[in-house]
């Protein structure tokens, strides 16, 4: 987590949730509001020539599906950790947005505590939610349900660092094994999960409640 100031933009069409969000986070010393948008034009620019550590995302914006932006977001600055901050709790909407890559999924009923120590998180490179979000997830849709890979302890510790944001090599460092013994349990993984990538596997993991 860096040490200087935190870089927020909030994105709500509604001005009030925006006003209520500053409100509540103008007493956090490291957070600093960068921006606040009311609809998604502009923001990839923002994004683009500014360091932004967080974008606060709503879903419903007048121009764009949050989701979809959340995708272009990600496409301009890797860095930057996008949180879900929205009315929706529909499982399958929280979900397509991590999938899109949003670092995490919040409701707008979510306390203040939780909201910084969510944000807080994802700036750690977790995938972050709110307690009532991690209940929904929690209960996956019959056509959702498929048998729960077994996973050795090595590939269920490699599983929950590479949630956490960490290469193979730091995950190699932190393990004391090589780069090659981590990429062939990464392999493995997604054999097991049958994912396509580490971004699927971490959502299908996180569907099947083995990680947080």
């Known amino acids: 987590m860096p040490s200087e100031k935190i870089n927020i933009i909030i994105v709500d069409d509604h001005p009030i949730v925006l006003e209520g969000l500053k409100t509540m986070l103008k007493n956090e010393p490291l957070f600093h509001i960068s921006e606040s948008f009311t609809s998604g034009e502009g923001i990839l620019d923002f994004v683009k020539l500014n360091n932004i550590d967080i974008v606060l995302l709503d879903i419903t914006l007048p121009d764009i599906s949050g989701i979809e932006l959340c995708k272009e977001i990600k496409k301009v600055s890797q860095n930057t950790s996008v ?57 996956p849709s019959k056509n959702e349900l498929i048998s729960i890979p077994r996973l050795t302890k090595r590939e269920k510790q490699i599983l929950k660092l590479l949630a956490g944001g960490k290469t193979s ?41 083995l990680i947080w």
């Open 83 to 139: 949180i879900m901050f929205s009315n929706r709790s529909e499982r399958s909407v929280i979900m397509q947005s991590i999938q899109n890559g949003a670092s995490g999924y919040l409701l707008k009923n979510t306390s203040v505590k939780e909201l910084i120590d969510c944000i807080k998180g994802a700036l750690s490179g977790n995938i972050v939610f709110c307690n009532e979000t991690k209940q929904m997830i929690s209960k």
């Open 169 to 209: 090599v730091i995950i190699a460092e932190e393990l004391c094994l090589s780069s090659l013994t981590v990429d062939t349990h990464r392999k493995n993984l997604l054999q097991k999960f049958q994912a396509k990538n580490s971004t699927e596997l971490i959502t299908l993991a996180i569907q099947q409640n």
